[in-house]
């Protein structure tokens, strides 16, 4: 079975607090994107094995990988007799704060719910993929979504934001770990995310762009200064928006003008390893 995984970018994220457990609770604008690495699930009949490969060196092929402990949750409480072969077709950057591995793990929830007739809601694949990853709930719906908690409470929304995005991320990236691990919430950015959500349903473009924001830019700045060189190259190329997203190091760029994303697009990708043109994904794209 062939699924695509999609990306994610956060228009708003607000640490709002740190909780006593260690993890923080957050509010979030979350929005899908048309890049998506593709993931092949195919069933070992008889053998409740996971069988790993992917186009990566980089990725681990073993209990480490988010797709693994994903297959793993399933055969082991739905006592699934049978295992996985999954193969992994990387597009999305590995510690961009796109979500590519939640993303990946979405995906391979979808297609074992369906290969093996168990018939969950998307709703308990949510659930289940939350005790994995906290972007994993999303990534199940991959749509528009005002975001609380660590990740696991969605509140969907309709949102067609006609913009046109320049994803670009500098060689190195950022460990969301360390990311939150420096985050000084009396200094960084608390944006507006309830206000960008009314103003994406109402299509109040002036009140949206105003409203992108990123608590955990402060510190992936400090962690990974390229960010910002990338962030002040954007601007002054003109786009109405540039932002990091989630713990970065990615960061994007909206524009209506076709002539400005191929000009960026040009001179991004003789700096850096990572440039590329997308959109924002449809609720019913496939």
């Given at each position: 079975?062939?699924?695509?995984?999609?990306?994610?970018?956060?228009?708003a994220?607000?640490v709002?607090?740190?909780r006593e457990?260690?993890?923080?609770?957050?509010?979030m604008?979350?929005?899908?994107?048309f890049?998506?690495?593709?993931?092949?699930?195919?069933p070992?009949?008889?053998?409740?094995?996971?069988?790993?490969?992917?186009?990566?060196?980089?990725?681990?092929l073993?209990?480490?990988?988010?797709v693994?402990?994903v297959?793993?949750?399933?055969?082991?409480?739905?006592?699934?007799?049978?295992?996985?072969?999954?193969q992994i077709?990387k597009?999305?950057?590995?510690?961009?704060?796109?979500?590519?591995?939640?993303?990946?793990?979405?995906?391979v929830?979808?297609?074992?719910n369906?290969?093996?007739?168990l018939n969950l809601?998307?709703?308990q694949l949510?659930?289940?993929?939350?005790e994995v990853?906290?972007?994993?709930p999303?990534?199940?719906?991959?749509?528009?979504a005002?975001?609380q908690?660590?990740?696991e409470?969605l509140?969907?929304f309709?949102?067609?934001?006609?913009?046109?995005?320049?994803l670009?991320?500098?060689r190195?990236?950022v460990?969301?770990?360390?990311?939150f691990?420096?985050l000084?919430?009396?200094?960084c950015a608390h944006?507006?995310?309830?206000?960008?959500?009314?103003?994406?349903v109402n299509?109040d473009e002036?009140?949206?762009?105003?409203?992108?924001?990123?608590?955990?830019?402060?510190?992936?700045?400090?962690?990974?200064?390229?960010?910002?060189?990338?962030k002040?190259?954007?601007?002054a190329l003109?786009?109405?928006?540039?932002?990091?997203s989630?713990?970065g190091?990615c960061?994007?760029a909206l524009?209506?003008?076709e002539?400005?994303?191929?000009?960026?697009h040009?001179?991004?990708?003789?700096k850096?390893?990572?440039?590329?043109?997308?959109?924002?994904k449809?609720q019913?794209e496939?």
């Amino acid at each position: 079975m062939k699924v695509r995984a999609y990306a994610k970018v956060n228009l708003a994220l607000d640490v709002v607090r740190r909780r006593e457990d260690g993890f923080h609770d957050l509010e979030m604008i979350m929005a899908p994107i048309f890049l998506h690495d593709l993931i092949l699930v195919d069933p070992i009949y008889n053998n409740p094995v996971i069988e790993i490969s992917a186009n990566s060196r980089v990725i681990p092929l073993d209990e480490r990988n988010i797709v693994y402990k994903v297959a793993k949750l399933l055969i082991d409480r739905f006592e699934i007799p049978h295992g996985v072969k999954i193969q992994i077709y990387k597009h999305i950057p590995m510690q961009a704060g796109l979500a590519g591995g939640s993303a990946d793990g979405a995906a391979v929830l979808r297609a074992m719910n369906e290969l093996f007739n168990l018939n969950l809601t998307l709703e308990q694949l949510a659930t289940i993929g939350d005790e994995v990853g906290s972007d994993i709930p999303f990534c199940i719906y991959q749509q528009f979504a005002f975001v609380q908690g660590k990740g696991e409470n969605l509140e969907f929304f309709e949102a067609n934001p006609d913009y046109k995005i320049l994803l670009v991320k500098p060689r190195r990236g950022v460990s969301t770990k360390q990311s939150f691990g420096t985050l000084n919430l009396e200094t960084c950015a608390h944006p507006d995310c309830r206000k960008m959500r009314e103003a994406l349903v109402n299509n109040d473009e002036a009140t949206f762009l105003s409203c992108l924001g990123n608590s955990l830019e402060e510190p992936s700045l400090k962690l990974v200064p390229e960010i910002q060189n990338i962030k002040d190259e954007l601007e002054a190329l003109g786009f109405d928006g540039v932002l990091m997203s989630g713990s970065g190091s990615c960061v994007f760029a909206l524009t209506k003008d076709e002539d400005l994303l191929e000009k960026a697009h040009s001179e991004m990708k003789k700096k850096y390893p990572f440039v590329l043109r997308t959109r924002f994904k449809q609720q019913n794209e496939k």
